[in-house]
């Protein structure tokens, strides 16, 4: 009898420990989805005040003050930040640590997450600025300005891009000191490369705004879903049966 029930007993704590390594995952895709939920109504409501017309005086303030400290030195160095948010730089980039994910990790889930992200990420720029139409304050084909204007590409797909980085370092072996400052460097591209679109005049800065905000939206989903497919393929736990087999213990407790 005491058999029996030491055998129960230490099925019970084994479950029970199961379905711990499960409630944390499914604690941190919550708190991913709903972080971007909030991101999404936000960037739905700019959007609404950008078709009502009612963000101009937001806009025009922050428009007149880059207006008026617009400088030769701060063009040429407004135009560099925004170069490391363009097309060509951010693809080169990409290949880069596309080749060092499969040569030097050998991680296939990274590489198709990743290209999922900021392929995908593309797309929905394009989709997003056809939906909304919004002219531009200015063309300048030399700093990609054309087409249409919201959201931000730039501000975008360098959230995307950086931000995808900076996970990656954050899941690697270097030091805990090296993954802060990546962290910290890379913040501050994605803050100024959002400035330059609206300094050299590509954007409004409502669309460099819903940039941030649709690519923060993005870039969450896509690390959530890698995370879970990493997950799911290191362990043997189904998730479901353990969550079910930690609440039944807890109700009975």
């Not at 941190?28 to 078709?51: N, P």
């Not at 593309?122 to 531009?136: C, I, N, P």
């Not at 054309?146 to 959230?159: A, V």
């Not at 870039?219 to 189904?238: G, T």
């Amino acid at each position: 009898m005491k058999i029996g029930e030491g055998r129960n007993k230490g099925y019970m704590i084994e479950n029970n420990i199961k379905a711990k390594n499960v409630i944390l995952p499914i604690l941190l895709v919550a708190m991913g989805l709903g972080t971007s939920i909030a991101f999404l109504y936000l960037f739905t409501e700019l959007a609404e005040e950008m078709l009502e017309s009612e963000v101009k005086s937001f806009d025009g303030s922050i428009i007149q003050f880059f207006y008026q400290i617009n400088t030769d030195t701060l063009d040429v160095i407004l135009f560099f930040f925004t170069e490391l948010g363009s097309l060509w730089f951010l693809t080169i980039f990409s290949l880069i640590i596309i080749s060092i994910l499969w040569f030097k990790k050998k991680d296939k889930w990274s590489i198709l997450f990743f290209i999922i992200g900021i392929g995908g990420g593309g797309l929905l720029t394009k989709l997003l600025k056809y939906y909304y139409g919004r002219e531009r304050p200015s063309i300048d084909e030399t700093i990609d300005a054309i087409g249409y204007s919201f959201p931000s590409g730039h501000s975008m797909g360098s959230l995307i891009f950086y931000g995808f980085l900076s996970y990656f370092l954050f899941r690697s072996s270097i030091r805990k000191k090296l993954k802060w400052a990546a962290l910290f460097i890379c913040g501050v591209l994605i803050f100024f490369i959002g400035i330059s679109r609206i300094y050299l005049g590509a954007h409004y800065p409502s669309d460099v705004i819903a940039g941030y905000l649709a690519g923060s939206i993005w870039l969450i989903l896509c690390i959530l879903a890698l995370e879970y497919v990493k997950w799911r393929s290191a362990s043997s736990i189904k998730p479901i049966k353990a969550f079910k087999d930690f609440i039944a213990h807890q109700m009975k407790g």
